[in-house]
């Protein structure tokens, strides 16, 4: 039987590093769990905004914008976390989690959108917060001359789950939307403030257990629908949209306001400062607090939370017009962790790392590999928990048995490793459910600024541009030199994730004017095939494969997560403990991106 400490020692050559995981906070962990947290740390922010849900709750405010404002590593996104796992267990708040922006055109629609997708995540009970909003708008209902009407519905709002099975089992299928609109219109009745009554149709109808429920979320959202007029709703064209955005968002508040439910919006990852838009001439954070003052001004019922690096912050601060004062009403600060707190969150990796791979921590020396000394050392010296989170890890690989072969590594080769480890463990939990065609557009235009010099699939890639359109315009175009075929190319690139024909169309036939964007082919990106019933969009299709040489590239989830997991960590690559410039360098080196499938489809000559 082999010795615990040969039982470590295989363990560490197999497992990852667990001080190279999870250094930061991403919508995947907001949103899940985490693999270490201290609730003793930040405290006082979660009680700053648990104390303004209470006072939005009990009408003593009718908004607050809360800054939360600090270092890297200094537990801002952890806070966050944590307000939503209680708010999904007390139920005393909806939540939104809204992350970066890749148009700063769309940025009100990209809230949107974030706020919708976030209403479908369940609470500890399974219930999504529309259906548990859904079905507060019927309990009002109680207590009214419409009671008796409704009766057998209102039992069941606590239990949205049993109030869908119970509209499936009575009421008829043709019958639905006159019920649904008659419940509309009684529960506006009761309504006090402003309420949209069409809105409020839409937000009934993800009740209906049917089709229809996808159609309203559709139109909630602001995507497309072929069938909005069936069930009553306005179509809006993207401009309208956008324009309409904040008055959807007021929508929400109105009626999560009449069952006593503050709304909480929480921007977080909104630090690259450096990135300008060439329109406005804003950075990323100017363009929120523009946002979020425009929500606050326009909103009601609402907590809006802005997590701020301190240079983001001073960007913010410049900004005239009262903004500065929206964003950081109350502003609250993140501290750093204290030695003890470090000393706590050294332990709890390890604990992971033991139970990841049955090895019985009492078998081994407190805080084995290292050791109490080194901790208070490193946590005396280091700038905040993702820098001790980076000391460990060196500690951790060198450890007594390896500490020569450490000593002698090359150092690239050590950031490469910590690099595959952070790549593999986001691979396994990243998330690209939202079908936002910006955000797809721009992880596809950061992985293909990666590509090594000798390029991929015959192309070697000069320049990529990327387009901040308005509506149906292209995204990206790709510039290089196809050495197969000894000419130059300028790939125009477009994704379309829209389930409307309408809306295809549109798109296809901006992708086909080649000479308005100087391009030599176009490609139009999209994760389902182009539906047999849309025979323009089909014949428009035919145009481009046929007569332009252009394609249209279906891709599949396992194509995508890659390139999202790049982005991720180039977008946040101080915070992972890189430079930008070497996480370009190891990917090249590595060809994650060069060897992707979908990359080489877009670059590759049609066939």
């Known amino acids: 039987m082999k010795d615990a400490y040969s039982l470590f020692e295989q363990a560490r050559s197999k497992c990852p ?67 939503w796992k209680k708010i999904a267990q007390e139920g005393n708040a909806v939540f939104a989690y809204i992350g970066p922006c890749s148009n700063p055109n769309r940025i009100n629609s990209h809230v ?70 008659e419940l509309a219109q009684a529960i506006l009745e009761k309504e006090s403030n402003d309420v949209d009554y069409i809105f409020l149709k839409a937000l009934l109808l993800l009740l209906n257990p049917s089709v229809d429920a996808r159609i309203a979320l559709d139109w909630i959202k602001g995507e497309d629908n072929p069938n909005f007029k069936k069930l009553g709703l306005r179509d809006f064209s993207p401009e309208e949209q956008e324009d309409r955005s904040i008055w959807m968002i007021d929508q929400i508040c109105k009626l999560a306001k009449s069952s006593s439910l503050p709304v909480l919006i929480c921007f977080d990852q909104i630090d690259n400062r450096n990135t300008i838009d060439n329109d406005s001439g804003d950075s990323p954070p100017e363009i929120v607090a523009s946002c979020v003052d425009r929500i606050y001004f326009q909103c009601s019922n609402i907590i809006i939370i802005c997590c701020l690096l301190n240079d983001a912050w001073t960007d913010i601060k410049q900004m005239g017009s009262g903004i500065p004062d929206r964003v950081a009403e109350r502003p609250v600060i993140a501290k750093p962790a204290t030695v003890q707190q470090m000393k706590e969150l050294v332990q709890q ?95 596809i235009a950061c992985c293909m600024k990666m590509i090594p010099s000798s390029g991929t699939e015959n192309v070697v890639i000069q320049q990529v541009n990327k387009i901040n359109h308005n509506s149906n315009d292209l995204q990206l175009i790709v510039s290089g030199y196809d050495s197969k075929q000894n000419c130059h190319v300028k790939i125009g690139i477009r994704v379309c994730e829209s389930t409307d024909g309408n809306t295809f169309n549109r798109v296809i036939k901006k992708l086909l004017n080649y000479q308005n964007y100087g391009i030599t082919r176009g490609c139009l990106v999209r994760s389902t095939p182009i539906r047999r019933t849309w025979k323009s969009g089909t014949k428009l299709k035919e145009q481009l494969e046929n007569d332009q040489k252009g394609e249209v590239v279906v891709w599949k989830k396992d194509e995508m997560k890659p390139l999202a997991a790049i982005q991720e960590i180039y977008q946040q690559a101080e915070n992972y403990g890189f430079s930008k410039q070497e996480v370009i360098e190891i990917v090249k080196q590595l060809k994650i991106a060069a060897d992707n499938s979908l990359i080489r489809e877009i670059l590759s000559a049609p066939t």
């Open 349 to 443: 990796r390890l604990d992971w790392f033991y139970q990841k791979n049955n090895l019985n921590k009492n078998d081994f020396p407190q805080l084995y590999p290292l050791n109490e000394n080194q901790i208070k050392q490193i946590a005396s010296e280091a700038a905040g928990v993702r820098d001790l989170m980076k000391k460990c890890a060196e500690h951790f690989e060198s450890g007594e048995m390896k500490e020569q072969v450490i000593q002698s590594e090359n150092p690239f080769e050590k950031k490469k490793k910590e690099f595959q480890d952070t790549y593999e463990d986001l691979l396994a939990k990243i998330d690209i459910s939202i079908k936002d065609d910006d955000r797809l557009a721009a992880i």
């Open 112 to 181: 949107r959108l974030y706020l919708a997708n976030s209403f479908n995540h369940e609470d500890v009970n399974g219930v999504s917060q529309w259906l548990k909003l859904a079905a507060s708008k019927i309990l009002k209902l109680q207590g009214t001359e419409f009671e008796q009407e409704y009766r057998q519905y209102i039992h069941k709002c606590n239990s949205p789950k049993e109030l869908k099975q119970c509209i499936r089992t009575n009421v008829a299928k043709e019958k639905r939307q006159e019920f649904f609109d």
């Open 17 to 83: 590093n667990p001080f190279n995981l999870q250094k930061i906070i991403s919508a995947n962990e907001v949103w899940g769990e985490v693999m270490t947290d201290l609730p003793s740390l930040n405290s006082h922010i979660d009680k700053a905004i648990s104390d303004a849900i209470s006072e939005v709750r009990y009408n003593y405010s009718h908004k607050i914008g809360i800054a939360i404002i600090g270092d890297r590593g200094t537990g801002k996104s952890h806070v966050i976390q944590r307000i």
